[in-house]
C-alpha cells in the first residue's frame, strides 16, 4: 500500500504521516463491526462509516491508548497489582504473555465469578491447588491409590487451567484490564461493583461507558489485538522498572481524568 493510499482511505491519518497511527491502520486497529452494531458511546470515537463498516478515529485511538498506557505505567511503578482479562481465543496466549512477563495476574479461560466481589473464595482455591501440587512435588500423594492419585492429577491439571494465572493475586487488584468488555462482562461488572478503575478495549459495538480508561479499537482481529497488546504490555514493563529504582513509595492508585 502505498503512502497517498494510507492517506487517503485510512482514518486518522494526515499529512505528515504520524507512525504510529500507520502501524495501527496497517494492523487493522480503525475496523469496528457493521453500521447495524454501533453503540452510540462510541460516537466520540467514531471516525465515519465505510461500506456499511463503522470506522475509529486512531487520532482518537493513539490518544486514548497513551492514557490508559500511561496510567498502567503508574501503577506498576507503585507496585500494584492489574489483573488482567483476556478469555476470547485470540487474546489467549497473548494475555498469558503479558502476565508471564510482569508477574500481573490473569485469566485466559474464563472469568471465575466472584473473583473480585467475593475475593475469599477464590483465593482459597488457589491456595487448595499450590497444597495440591507440593503433595505432588514431595511424593505426599503417593499414600493415595493409583486410582485416587489419577483423579488428583486431574484436579490439579484443572485448578491450574483456571487459576494457574491468578496465583499473584494475593490481594483486590489496583486496575482490571479487559481485552473485550462484550466477552467478560461479569469482569467488567465485578470492577465496576469493587469500584476498582477498568482498562479496556472498546470496539463500535461496546458500552464505552462502562471503562474508566476506554482505548477505542477493534478488539477482534488478531494484528490489531498484538499490536495493542505489544504497548500495553510495555508500558507495564516500563513501570516495573521505575518501581525497581525508585524509593518505596505509599501505593496509591491514579485516577482517571
Known amino acids: 500500500m502505498s503512502t497517498q493510499t ?27 463491526h457493521s453500521k447495524a452494531k454501533f453503540h452510540p458511546s462510541m460516537a466520540p470515537y467514531l471516525f465515519g462509516i465505510r461500506n456499511s463498516i463503522s470506522l475509529i478515529d486512531l487520532l482518537k485511538t493513539k490518544e486514548r491508548l497513551a492514557l490508559a498506557c500511561d496510567f498502567l505505567k503508574r501503577i506498576a511503578a507503585k507496585k500494584g497489582l492489574i489483573l488482567l482479562v483476556g ?10 504473555e503479558i502476565g508471564e512477563k510482569t508477574g500481573m495476574p490473569y485469566f485466559t479461560e474464563r472469568w471465575i465469578g466472584g473473583t473480585l466481589t467475593n475475593y475469599k473464595v477464590v483465593s482459597k482455591r ?8 507440593h503433595e505432588q512435588k514431595t ?31 494475593k490481594r483486590m487488584p489496583d486496575a482490571v484490564f479487559v481485552v473485550d468488555i462484550t466477552f467478560d462482562p461479569i469482569a467488567v461488572r465485578e470492577a465496576k461493583r469493587m469500584k476498582i ?8 459495538n461496546s458500552d464505552a461507558r462502562l471503562v ?30 521505575e518501581a525497581r529504582i525508585s524509593p518505596e513509595e505509599e501505593r496509591q492508585t491514579p ?3
Not at 87 to 96: C, E, G, V
Not at 213 to 230: H, M, Q, R, T
Request: glycine fraction near 8%; charged fraction near 35%.
Open 6 to 32: 494510507i492517506n487517503q482511505d485510512i482514518p486518522g491519518i494526515a499529512q505528515p504521516i504520524d507512525k504510529d497511527i500507520e502501524e495501527m491502520a496497517k494492523a487493522g486497529v480503525h475496523l469496528g
Open 87 to 96: 478469555t476470547r481465543p485470540a487474546a489467549r496466549k497473548l494475555i498469558q
Open 126 to 133: 488457589v491456595e487448595y491447588l499450590e497444597r495440591l501440587e
Open 139 to 169: 511424593g505426599e500423594l503417593e499414600k493415595y491409590t493409583k486410582k485416587e492419585r489419577l483423579k488428583k492429577g486431574e484436579e490439579i491439571e484443572r485448578l491450574s487451567r483456571f487459576f494457574g494465572g491468578v496465583r499473584t493475586l
Open 197 to 204: 478503575p477498568v482498562v479496556a478495549f472498546v470496539d463500535t
Open 212 to 241: 474508566d480508561w476506554p482505548i477505542p479499537a477493534n478488539d477482534d482481529a488478531l494484528p490489531s489485538l498484538k499490536y495493542l497488546c505489544g504497548e500495553i504490555l510495555e508500558s507495564i514493563e516500563e513501570g516495573i522498572r
Open 255 to 257: 485516577q482517571a481524568p
